[in-house]
């Protein structure tokens, strides 16, 4: 029983951290859609921050713990979401997950550097970070107390309970009790209807990026007495709470709270129960504590993926990346391979020592293990964080073939009774390649997101439970291996080795090209671009994810067998899985698209360490900073976060100049032409192809809303032709016409939803054609969207809140509309169709707009329904606020406006009062017919006006 | 080049339909979005689909083509029972989409966007003979790339064959996807609005081809299309959707001339 007891009472202590972590995650991650890999990296930057105030310069716990939990992790979060997330938000996904790798290599090393360079430069920072001299928030020596059954509890583990309490309290508070959470639960719950009603969903970003780093931060600093300052350690521990984050379904905050508390108690439970119900191979291995989350992680995965079920065209489509080198000349394309394959070759044999042919033999070897992923990230467009294992699944399989005794004496297969290295290295690529496939199986179907983090736990349960039991690994030891030989000639030399090594490369590098160009390759190119047309053209995304991914193991265990050779013995750290994710870096760095990105990196992986190896050699500042060895992971993190949205890395720039080049040039010769053109008169001006629509009351100083040839679309397609209209302040105007005429286009440009490709947009007196949509909302215009412009997610009372900040408010809306009071405290979502529409409207009844916008208010409505929705437009235009409507059937419609436009195919084709319309004439624009629309009888506006004081807001 | 819209639908007796559909629901959550939908399209017949938003033309689309499984109700290909293949198999079984927003592969060239309607049918040693660009594997690319290059003259692409997709404008990706669609000649067509974004000049080349498939082939045709004047001169057949239901079938005169359907539209009561 007191086992038990202090093995939950202890869990519940870790269960705490994770909850902290798991919640900051779930917060940014509903934000910004962007998974923070890097969390573990902030909570230690702070912890080394804390510890160095408060043991380095002698500072109280208070104000050590104030300037890095309170002002230094804000600050970060304020500044990563200014440089780097809010770019990478709009980038693809697997872009956002190499750039918070990137942070995550990157930071704890910049943190680590800038430690060392004050010390070089007679600093006195303390640098014993080891378990026990690293102070918590509570006081050291930690007091202990013994409660009942035996249980011990110190003083820092009452402080990880109570600040989590107090956390969880805060974020309750913030969320659900001020206007600031309010307005971030909206966002999360409906973007696009926030930015209608005036949220601003970059600060909302930038808010739950500076929550979450906070959240980070503190976590962190109360990790410290529990750990140590290690920054690996810090990004396991961080990275277990992966499990709640998936258990809260990356979405309840709640859940993510809970689920990390339980986590902390599984795994102390696991671990301290393992003798009495798992093997004892398992049980006895070290890493099973540590592994438990991850393992738990990737059930969670599966669970998600199978309830989610299959969305039908819900993969995210990708555009392609222009590959710069189109159009250059084939032998252009070889020549810098050539050049460079020669020179290392001369370099080699001629030049270098033992020391440097060494490097450049490892860096060519390990430029074999990067083509895996030119194999799963550029062609694929998977990222997977387990290339690290399939190293090691091919370093032990070459290991365990040649270590073992055989009686044949077959010559060339086999070597004095054991089997050729050659031979084995392609048994241990098939090996590999095999492990990889029954991997890709069951994982091919996750997101992009959940594919990286599945395949990240399951490297880290390999690295912490398979490659830990002996009989796999061969003892702590690991595999040693001779040199190979082949037909009689051995391999010893790094010349030698160099060559074979490069070859290997050749013979890989020709595989992709062929992989790249085949049926294969096309099948996942197609995917990549649309999953769904893929299918519904007969090929199978599935199959050629499944192939790719094995192909890319396979490569990759191809170069762990290359590696156990080079680097023998070869051990169960000789690619821990932690490598893997700096290994990613680098390759993006240099560009993860190309065969000559991958040699390169392995190249700079391998002598870029040397490098500063040989920098003690050198004087002055750039030996104390070269010569770091924290310099090399800084400076591909960086890499990587700067060239995570560029495919083509460091080796598309040159080409991308040469490319940008080219396309100025042919821009300055196009303008010229043009200009010469417009001045021989060749080029007719535009002809306005629409009808302007004007309310009637509409003169200079009194319009509400103002379009003039505005035109938009989506990507290529050109929708709206150059709209023309004129809402006067106190104005109805009805857009009519069948569906596909450009209706919500017209909604959407309005609002700023989708831009304008020209044109101009005026609200009131102020030009709004390039304002984001929460200014224009901010600046009066109001838009309930097609099917309910509500936050289901909500409940009622909160709706209207957000446009309703005052109490008195509030009343006034229930008092129009009784049923809404009475459903208060219900999910908005959960209204019938009828009272959701007006749950939208209410807010203008009591703060009207300058101008309302409603798009097919009565789609789907019942008659009832509909009666109830146009009253509330009246009233809502009675109190002065001008209203475009737009509807596709017509009878509602023309009561209620005083003018009519007919929109079809993206123009206004008529415009007139309410009178003067035709059924006929509208009748044609929806079933098309003898009425030529082309040329209709514009209407001018009526003159008279109305001067009204404008409504306020 | 108008279909001559008073004579009687070719076929439309389900012995020789391609496609039929028998009480189709689709319900998300409470929402019925399709309600009972049957039709079936014989082959050779084009028909058009129409109906105001919301209606359930892009969910009936998915609902046919797989991407979408109905909750109730029954699809036949062929005569055989498809209403719970995937999209994968209908496709191999001889039905081909395009879809509303161009779905071209970006990635890929023209011709390889052609060529990816032919791969599925595999053979020379599969993707392992891929990896190390076998013989056999290669003559059969050869081979289809010779009716790649057919196609491609046939809808006017040989012009930009190498040209990747990503970078045609609309009216020439709309007629890769559907290049890519007939290069392996489909029993069953699904147009999902082919006409939108086009130029005049692109819908007429667009009606001709819908057109020539109609005249020269046994294959049956589905259109959804807002350009009511696209539909009414090329369909053989339309049928009227309203909020999940079929409240018209008929030729493109009788629907003309239909008051429920101008009521559907207008909203007249």
């Known amino acids: ?953 | 080049m108008n279909v001559d819209t008073t004579s009687d639908p070719i076929g439309g007796g389900t012995a020789t339909a391609v496609l039929t559909l028998e009480g189709i629901v689709v319900r998300f959550g409470g929402v019925t979005a399709v309600d009972g939908v049957s039709f079936s399209v014989a082959a050779g017949e084009v028909l058009g689909l129409i109906g105001p938003n919301g209606a359930g033309k892009t969910t009936l689309f998915d609902v046919i083509s797989g991407v979408r499984f109905p909750s109730a109700g029954r699809v036949t290909l062929a005569g055989k029972d498809v209403t719970r293949t995937s999209p994968i198999r209908r496709a191999r079984a001889g039905m081909r989409r395009t879809y509303q927003q161009v779905q071209t592969f970006g990635w890929l060239s023209v011709s390889d966007n052609v060529l990816a309607g032919l791969d599925w049918q595999g053979g020379g040693g599969g993707a392992i003979a891929d990896l190390v660009a076998f013989p056999t594997r290669k003559r059969r690319e050869r081979e289809r790339r010779q009716r790649v290059d057919e196609v491609l003259e046939l809808c006017g692409l040989t012009g930009v064959a190498g040209t990747p997709t990503a970078a045609l404008p609309i009216g020439l990706a709309r007629m890769v996807e559907l290049a890519r669609a007939i290069v392996d000649p489909p029993t069953l067509l699904l147009l999902d609005e082919p006409n939108s974004g086009l130029g005049e000049d692109e819908g007429r080349a667009l009606a001709a081809q819908v057109q020539r498939i109609a005249n020269e082939t046994s294959c049956a045709m589905v259109l959804v299309e807002h350009d009511v004047d696209f539909i009414m001169s090329n369909c053989h057949r339309i049928v009227v959707l309203q909020t999940g239901s079929v409240l018209a079938e008929g030729t493109p005169a009788e629907i003309q001339g239909n008051a429920a359907v101008r009521n559907a539209y207008l909203g007249d009561s």
Not at chain 1, 123 to 133: N, Q, R, V
Not at chain 1, 197 to 211: F, K, N, Y
Not at chain 1, 453 to 462: H, K
Not at chain 1, 475 to 485: E, I, W
């Open chain 1, 1 to 953: 029983m007191t086992t038990f007891l202090s093995l939950v009472v202890s869990g519940a202590v870790s269960g705490g951290i994770y909850a902290i972590m798991a919640s900051g995650l779930v917060l940014s991650y509903e934000a910004s859609g962007i998974f923070n890999f890097a969390q573990g990296a902030v909570a230690f930057a702070t912890a080394f921050l804390f510890f160095q105030l408060n043991t380095g310069q002698g500072w109280p716990i208070g104000w050590a713990a104030l300037l890095s939990i309170l002002v230094f992790a804000p600050v970060l979060g304020f500044l990563l979401d200014r440089i780097l997330l809010r770019r990478l938000a709009s980038a693809p996904v697997h872009a956002r997950i190499v750039g918070t790798i990137g942070l995550l290599v990157a930071l704890p090393n910049l943190v680590l550097f800038i430690a060392e360079q004050i010390n070089l430069r007679g600093g006195d920072l303390p640098s014993s970070t080891g378990l026990g001299t690293v102070p918590g928030l509570g006081p050291v020596p930690s007091t202990t107390w013994t409660l009942m059954h035996g249980v011990v509890l110190n003083s820092d583990q009452i402080i990880i309970f109570v600040v989590a309490a107090l956390s969880a309290l805060g974020l309750w508070v913030l969320l659900r009790r001020t206007r600031l959470g309010l307005q971030m639960r909206a966002d999360v719950d409906k973007r696009e209807l926030a930015g209608l009603r005036g949220i601003d969903s970059g600060r909302v970003s930038a808010i739950s990026w500076i929550l979450t780093m906070l959240l980070a931060g503190l976590a962190g600093v109360m990790l410290g007495p529990f750990i140590g300052l290690d920054d690996i350690t810090y990004t396991f521990v961080v990275l277990g709470c992966l499990a709640a984050v998936v258990f809260a379904g990356f979405r309840s905050l709640p859940f993510a709270f809970i689920g990390g508390l339980l986590l902390g108690i599984i795994q102390n439970l696991v671990a301290g129960y393992a003798d009495n119900f798992l093997p004892s191979f398992i049980a006895g291995v070290s890493g099973l504590r540590t592994a438990v989350p991850f393992l738990l992680t990737l059930v969670g995965l599966f669970v998600l993926a199978r309830r989610r079920g299959r969305a039908g065209g819900t993969a995210s489509n990708e555009a392609p990346q222009p590959d710069h080198r189109d159009g250059l000349p084939k032998w252009r394309r070889w020549l810098p391979w050539i050049i460079t394959v020669t020179a290392l070759i001369v370099y080699v044999q001629f030049i270098a020592d033992t020391f440097w042919s060494g490097l450049v033999l490892n860096g060519v070897v390990i430029g074999v293990v990067f083509l895996s992923f030119v194999v799963v990230t550029g062609i694929g467009g998977m990222v997977s964080l387990m290339q690290a294992t399939f190293v090691t699944v091919g370093g032990f399989a070459a290991g365990w073939l040649v270590k073992h005794q055989y009686s044949s004496t077959t010559p060339v297969l086999m070597d004095n009774g054991h089997l050729n290295f050659f031979v084995a290295a392609i048994l241990a690529t098939l090996f590999a390649a095999l492990i990889g496939a029954l991997v890709a199986i069951p994982v091919r179907r996750l997101g992009t997101l959940a594919f990286a983090l599945g395949t990240l736990s399951i490297a880290f349960i390999a690295d912490l439970l398979f490659f830990q039991i002996d009989s796999i690994r061969n003892g702590s030891l690991g595999y040693l291996m001779n040199s190979p030989k082949l037909f009689g000639f051995e391999f010893t030399s790094n010349q030698s080795l160099t060559m074979m090594a490069l070859v290997i490369f050749g013979i890989v590098t020709l595989v992709i090209h062929n992989l790249e160009v085949s049926a294969t390759g096309r099948a996942v190119f197609a995917a990549r671009s649309s999953d769904i047309a893929a299918r519904t053209t007969g090929l199978s995304p599935d199959r050629a994810k499944v192939i790719v991914f094995a192909v890319s193991a396979g490569i990759a265990g191809l170069g762990g067998a290359l590696y156990a050779v080079t680097n023998s013995p070869f051990t169960n750290t000789s690619a821990p899985a932690f490598v893997g994710l700096f290994w990613l870096a680098i390759v993006v760095t240099w560009g993860v698209r190309r065969p000559a990105g991958a040699l390169l990196a392995g190249l700079t992986f391998s002598v870029g360490s040397a490098v500063f190896v040989k920098a003690t050699d050198w004087n002055g500042v750039l030996k104390d900073i070269v010569g770091s060895s924290y310099f090399l992971p800084i400076l591909f993190g960086l890499g990587a976060i700067n060239l995570a949205k560029n495919p083509d890395g460091i080796l598309a720039l040159s080409a991308e100049q040469r490319a940008d080049k080219k396309r100025k040039r042919e821009a300055k010769k196009a303008a010229a032409l043009a200009k010469s053109a417009a001045a021989a008169g060749t080029v007719p001006a535009r002809v306005a192809t629409g009808v302007r629509a004007a309310t009637p009351g509409v003169a200079t100083g009194a319009e509400a809303l103002r379009l003039d040839d505005v035109r938009a679309g989506y990507g290529q397609i050109e929708v709206l032709h150059g709209i023309e209209l004129t809402l006067g302040t106190h104005g109805a105007l009805a857009v009519l016409g069948p569906n596909g005429a450009g209706k919500s286009t017209l909604c959407k440009a309005i609002a700023g939803q989708i831009m304008l490709s020209g044109g101009a947009v005026r609200v009131g007196d102020r030009d709004m054609s390039t304002a984001a949509t929460h200014q224009r909302a901010q600046a009066g215009l109001l838009v309930i969207p097609e099917s309910r412009g509500i936050f289901p997610g909500l409940t009622v009372e909160e709706n209207l809140a957000i446009r309703l900040t005052e109490q008195s408010e509030l009343e006034a809306a229930y008092a129009h509309f009784p049923i809404l009071k009475e459903r208060r405290k219900g999910a908005a979502g959960l209204l019938s169709g009828g009272e959701q529409q007006l749950l939208a409207l209410a807010p203008a009844l009591v703060r009207p707009p300058a101008v309302l916008i409603a798009d097919e208010p009565t789609l789907g409505l019942s008659p009832k329904a509909t009666e109830a929705v146009y009253e509330t437009l009246e009233e809502v235009r009675g109190l002065g606020c001008a209203v475009l409507l737009v509807e596709e059937r017509a009878t509602h419609a023309l009561n209620f406006a005083d003018t009519v436009a007919v929109m079809s195919l993206g123009r206004i084709t008529w415009a007139g009062t309410r009178d003067e319309v035709d059924s006929e004439r509208l009748a044609s624009a929806y079933l098309g017919g003898d009425i030529d629309l082309t040329e209709p009888p514009a209407l001018e506006p009526t003159p008279p006006v109305v001067p009204l004081t404008p409504p306020d807001d």
